[in-house]
């Protein structure tokens, strides 16, 4: 099915197709709480990223979080962490 979405201030619009028929699933990670807010925020677990659409491109903001383990050197993740520049909005990992 095709998912349509955006940022709070509609900035960033966006569209993907998905094999789950539960769109959208929340995550509640730390990472997620700390950047989107206490309860974290809305993803996709089985969007497929190669039908991933994005109008306003422009005002997307990119983050990778550091992790940190106790005893561990910090790293930094990997994954892109992306949300809306003007607004603020957590959208998509
Ligand atoms: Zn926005």
Not at 28 to 52: E, F, P, Q, V, W
Request: aromatic fraction near 6%; charged fraction near 20%.
């Amino acid at each position: 099915m095709k998912l349509e979405g955006s940022c709070h201030c509609r900035a960033v619009t966006f569209s993907v197709v998905s094999t789950t028929c539960r769109p959208f699933m929340h995550c509640h990670c730390s990472i997620c709480r700390k950047t989107a807010g206490s309860g974290g925020y809305g993803i996709n677990l089985g969007g497929d990223a190669r039908t991933l659409k994005v109008r306003g491109g422009k005002h997307l903001g990119l983050y990778h979080a550091v992790m940190r383990e106790p005893g561990r050197r910090a790293t930094r993740s990997p994954a892109e962490r992306r949300f809306c520049v003007k607004c603020g909005s957590a959208l998509w990992l």
